[in-house]
């Protein structure tokens, strides 16, 4: 019997923008806002919803370029319509800005193609597992010592964190001591039992980052994320290959053919993806794919309620990033956000698609016009 076809009959993209609860900043940038472009999909009466991290430009290439494509496409074809989009995308460029814009139509898609059969999006997707491990991401450089405190012990006690992440790196590497000391002082508040993260955001040199990372070996730092930038794949292999600590980076990747370059390096102990950057769950199941066919697990980069269903039907995930941020203004913008249970973040059995509901009227003193 042939199926009914489900047609796409609108598309919206808006941009938001959330100041931040205190000044954030990392080593190589500091923020005091947070914009989202939120796009969603109709047909039958039904709502598909993807969003984005990124600049509010974002909007308008989504209306211009992608949205054409998209209405009156069948809502249940997402490959071919993620394809379709993809070649609408090659004369502006499939990566940066026109990947970010494709994520969020595709995660819209995706969201959609569930909630017209009836499903969880990682029932559908073909779970293995009924929640994502998660650590706990934050700790910025902006912060004081009792900021710092409070969020680590925050995640925790509340959260039931086994895994915590700090940023270092400041001042694109020019405050080692305060980075050292920042570290140590995490490493006193979490005790010997949690692991302990730090990421640099491309914030050293090659020397000064196994430098760097010797001392952090001396604390059981289990991670260190991008400690020189992901585009130098052979500082990244250099430093894996001198410190103790898994090196990790991929967060900025935005096509299969980014990451097949950077697991082709043997660069990594673990890859980080993001389902906002690199194409969206279309492109992210491939990535994960091919980190599986190198024998690397794969690591969920910010967004953690998008990402959740997803990454729920990865087989070789590590772990979700639970980022302070990004947690902040999912809870605030959506209902159906789950609370962590021990270190884990609870999948719904039963809400169709990603299993959240954006509030609409919540967002819209922060609406920007573009």
């Known amino acids: 019997m042939a199926r009914h076809e489900s047609i796409v009959d609108e598309v919206s993209a808006t941009a938001y923008t959330i100041k931040t609860d205190a000044p954030e900043g990392d080593g190589t940038l500091t923020w005091d806002s947070t914009t989202m472009v939120v796009v969603q999909v109709f047909t039958d009466g039904v709502v598909g919803t993807g969003w984005t991290y990124t600049a509010a430009a974002a909007?308008?290439?989504?209306?211009?370029?992608?949205?054409?494509?998209?209405?009156?496409?069948?809502?249940?074809?997402?490959?071919?319509?993620?394809?379709?989009?993809v070649r609408a995308l090659r004369n502006i460029g499939r990566t940066g800005l026109g990947g970010m814009a494709l994520s969020a139509v595709d995660t819209a898609l995706w969201d959609l193609r569930a909630r017209l059969l009836g499903?969880?999006?990682?029932?559908?997707?073909?779970?293995?597992?009924t929640s994502v491990p998660l650590y706990g991401s934050g700790g910025f450089t902006t912060y004081d010592h009792e900021q710092l405190v409070d969020q680590l012990t925050g995640w925790i006690h509340d959260d039931g964190m086994t895994a915590v992440k700090i940023k270092i790196g400041?001042?694109?590497?020019?405050?080692?001591?305060?980075?050292l000391d920042r570290a140590r002082q995490a490493r006193d508040v979490v005790g010997p039992d949690v692991e302990l993260f730090v990421d640099a955001n491309g914030g050293y040199t090659v020397g000064q980052a196994v430098r760097v990372g010797r001392a952090l070996d001396e604390l059981n730092v289990r991670w260190f994320e991008e400690p020189v930038s992901s585009d130098n794949l052979a500082g990244l292999r250099h430093v894996r290959r001198h410190t103790l600590s898994d090196t990790a980076a991929g967060e900025y990747g935005d096509s299969l053919n980014y990451f097949n370059t950077m697991l082709g390096a043997d660069a990594l102990d673990c890859v980080q993806v993001d389902v906002t950057r690199c194409g969206g769950v279309t492109e992210l199941?491939?990535?994960?794919?091919?980190?599986a066919a190198t024998q690397l697990d794969v690591s969920g980069h910010c967004a953690p309620y998008l990402h959740a269903s997803v990454l729920a039907a990865v087989p070789n995930l590590r772990h979700l990033e639970y980022f302070h941020d990004h947690v902040r203004i999912e809870r605030m913008l959506f209902d159906g956000t789950m609370d962590p249970i021990d270190g884990q973040l609870p999948l719904s059995p039963d809400r169709p698609g990603h299993g959240l509901d954006f509030r609409i009227e919540a967002?819209?003193?922060?609406?920007?016009?573009t």
């Open 285 to 291: 199941l491939r990535i994960a794919a091919l980190a």
């Open 59 to 85: 909007a308008p290439l989504i209306r211009d370029v992608l949205v054409p494509v998209v209405r009156g496409s069948d809502a249940l074809a997402t490959t071919s319509t993620w394809s379709a989009m």
């Open 119 to 129: 499903v969880p999006l990682h029932t559908l997707l073909g779970s293995s597992r």
């Open 363 to 369: 967002a819209e003193q922060f609406r920007e016009e």
């Open 170 to 179: 400041e001042s694109w590497g020019q405050r080692e001591a305060r980075d």
